[in-house]
């Protein structure tokens, strides 16, 4: 025990020392010589000015080009505009490649139990052994965003690598935005932008950008619907809220205040990386990232009430305290729907006719934000619904099966204790009767969150240190729900399996 | 005829007070950048504050000019140009190896200025808590005897009367420099610096 307090004060008295004042260099940082804390609380958690600096195509909200400290290059003087359109309408580029790379890296702790139940996976395997202790390269990725001027965006990010293993990584997000050409149809200013190119839908709180060293399991929820009695079907679809999206997205408002809205059309994909139990999903053919004609449709709605008494204040982009500028305190509420079709075809036994189940499914829910300072709560939930046909007896047609439904979401308590120093408290629930009756655990979890009930909940209390402004200490606790199940003896036995990572990561 | 007198006089008077004011020149050497030289207290005198109040900008995310020299009894306005939300605050004012406490000037809109009167000798380091890069320094000098030095590293500080003094060098991030300086006229003082 002496030697575990020991090793503990060790530990904290290490990061005190290693805490200096903050400086880091990520893409923007580079252009206008400022630090990742101008628009980061906790990278990546955007404070009230990145929000801004987001909302308005990754420049500074007013006077963009007071800051930028190196200055960009000219595709055609300014004045070339009066020529149009007998020159090409001159833009800019950034004046260095705004490059940006990230890395991560991880040390994993389980309970001693973890094997102590090997529930047979969803394809009726044996269970994989899992090791107590685990080091693990996370991902190494390369990201470049600015503009190219007259609000016209860029981001692209790209892994390298994904788990030391270089074949498994891919594009993230890769998209031109439009920033405000509301102006061009002289509606209000930021009240509409577009969005062309592959994207992380606008999901209240970003999973590909999230500061948690997991992610918010509901995001991940695909759903397969448990296996007919009936014969073959039943749905097996593979979109998850975390899989970024191809397609055009509509958007305008602030999310630093006031209305926000996205409304989106993406590639129809259900089937995007073979979900498990080799479904009949439609696989897109070679060259093709749909999988069916149908086109995906997101909408989401947001309002962020700013609660500051003084009106300036609470307008601007950050409220003035009186110590100097802040993140707001607000309350901000959401809504989401998102719509697509699954579609599967079926062979029936001994004949070559080809059934085509054209399966709806929905995704909606709510959100909230509430800040305070430094302390920041907030959650989701979500509701999905997936219509479910299969073979009839005869297998000489389809028919409407029972919907396959789950539910779920979060809650998650971030407290900035010091400018580095954060702590965060999750809990994480999804209710899944057919992930139940399926053995299908949420994805990367492992054979120790196979769900034991339909209901699959944990708690994840977590602190996050940086070191610099660019580089970040993280842990977190995972504590798993208990499970049920017999061991290799065929012994009942009840566990519950924790989970402890650590993480390094910087980016420069 | 007697206002004439008094022209007269006044006119001796002044170019006696020039005749026995110098000046102190000199480089200070070891670090690159500005400095900032003056003389110490003088032990016995004291002197009238400024009525002008010099102004600490803080345009395109840096404190503008990066270093001020001002004398103590000074009011400095804090202006914000930039379209950002900015703060000013100091963790404490340095007097030689003394710390005094600091000072946190809050925030106000763009465009505005915020007054604040250095009562006390001493360097103010100056930062914003929400743009952490942002640095620039107040330099409160004891007697109006002090300059600037330029990126050489040269200086000149005119108008010291002769006489005895303690002649003290600063520069950012580095030792103080002091040393006693006998002023007869035009006087030379070199100075080194270091961290």
Request: aromatic letters at 14%.
């Given at each position: 025990m002496c030697k575990r307090n020991a090793a503990v004060c060790f530990l904290i008295i290490v990061f005190l020392l290693t805490v200096p004042s903050t400086y880091a260099i990520p893409a923007f940082s580079r252009q206008y010589g400022t630090s990742c804390a101008t628009c980061h609380i906790d990278f990546p958690k955007l404070n009230d000015f990145g929000k801004a600096f987001k909302d308005s195509g990754f420049k500074?909200?007013?006077?963009?080009e007071d800051f930028i400290k190196i200055p960009p290059v000219m595709l055609g003087a300014p004045a070339q505009k009066e020529m149009f359109p007998k020159v090409i309408w001159p833009g800019t580029i950034p004046g260095m490649p705004q490059i940006g790379l990230r890395f991560n890296t991880f040390f994993q702790v389980y309970s001693?139990?973890?094997?102590t139940l090997v529930p047979p996976t969803a394809d009726g395997g044996g269970g994989t052994f899992t090791p107590r202790t685990d080091f693990q390269p996370g991902l190494f990725s390369i990201f470049t965003a600015g503009n190219f001027g007259d609000g016209i965006a860029f981001w692209v990010d790209d892994d390298f690598s994904v788990g030391g293993a270089n074949s498994n990584g891919g594009l993230g997000d890769g998209y031109l935005k439009f920033v405000n050409i509301g102006r061009l149809l002289k509606l209000?200013?930021?009240?509409l932008s577009l969005k062309v190119g592959q994207f992380e839908i606008d999901?209240?709180?970003s999973q590909a950008r999230?500061?948690?060293?997991?992610?918010?399991d509901i995001y991940d929820e695909a759903n397969y619907g448990a296996a007919s009695a009936l014969g073959v079907g039943g749905v097996n679809n593979a979109f998850a809220f975390s899989t970024p999206g191809e397609g055009v997205e509509l958007s305008g408002g602030h999310n630093y205040g006031g209305y926000h809205y996205s409304l989106a059309i993406l590639n129809q994909s259900t089937n995007p990386n073979g979900p498990p139990g080799a479904g009949p999903n439609v696989s897109p053919i070679v060259g093709t990232f749909s999988d069916s004609n149908f086109k995906d449709l997101y909408g989401r709605f947001q309002y962020r009430f700013n609660l500051e008494k003084d009106s300036t204040s609470r307008n601007d982009v950050q409220a003035a305290g009186p110590n100097g500028p802040r993140d707001h305190t607000y309350l901000q509420v959401g809504t989401f729907y998102f719509y697509g079709r699954s579609v599967q075809r079926f062979t029936p036994t001994g004949s070559t006719t080809v059934f085509t189940a054209r399966e709806p499914f929905y995704r909606t829910g709510g959100d909230f934000s509430f800040n305070y300072r430094t302390f920041n709560l907030f959650g989701l939930y979500m509701y999905g619904h997936d219509r479910s046909q299969v073979f009839n007896g005869a297998q000489t047609g389809l028919m409407g099966a029972p919907s396959a439904r789950f539910n779920g979401g979060f809650l998650e308590a971030d407290y900035l204790a010091l400018p580095w120093l954060m702590a965060i408290m999750r809990y994480d629930r999804v209710q899944s009767e057919a992930d139940f009756l399926n053995g299908q655990a949420a994805a990367s979890s492992g054979n120790y969150f196979q769900p034991a009930s339909a209901t699959r909940n944990r708690v994840t209390p977590g602190v996050q240190f940086l070191?610099?402004?660019?580089i970040k200490a993280s842990f977190e606790y995972q504590i798993r729900p208990q499970q049920t199940g017999t061991d290799a003896s065929g012994n009942t036995q009840t566990v519950r399996t924790n989970q402890a990572i650590a993480g390094l990561e910087w980016v420069y | 005829m007697r206002r004439k007198v008094l022209a007269v006089l006044a006119a001796v008077m002044v170019l006696t007070l020039a005749a026995n004011a110098g000046s102190i020149s000199g480089k200070v050497s070891g670090m690159n950048g500005e400095s900032v030289v003056y003389v110490d207290t003088i032990a016995g005198k004291t002197f009238p504050a400024p009525s002008e109040h010099p102004v600490m900008d803080q345009k395109g995310l840096l404190f503008q000019p990066h270093i001020l020299v001002v004398q103590v009894g000074t009011t400095v306005d804090f202006l914000n140009s930039d379209k950002v939300a900015h703060n000013v605050f100091w963790p404490s004012l340095m007097q030689g190896g003394k710390k005094l406490p600091g000072k946190n000037l809050g925030t106000w809109p763009t465009g505005e200025k915020r007054p604040f009167k250095f009562e006390q000798a001493g360097v103010a380091s100056l930062l914003c808590n929400v743009h952490p890069e942002m640095a620039g320094y107040i330099v409160v000098a004891p007697t109006p005897y002090f300059a600037k030095t330029d990126k050489s590293g040269e200086f000149k500080i005119e108008n010291v009367p002769d006489g005895a003094y303690t002649v003290v060098a600063w520069h950012e991030g580095a030792k103080n420099a002091s040393k006693a300086v006998t002023v007869a006229g035009d006087t030379k003082a070199d100075f080194t610096v270091s961290k």
């Open positions: 500074f909200p007013k006077n963009d001693r139990n973890r094997n209000p200013t930021d009240s999901i209240p709180f999230t500061w948690n060293l997991s992610g918010w070191i610099h402004a660019n | -």
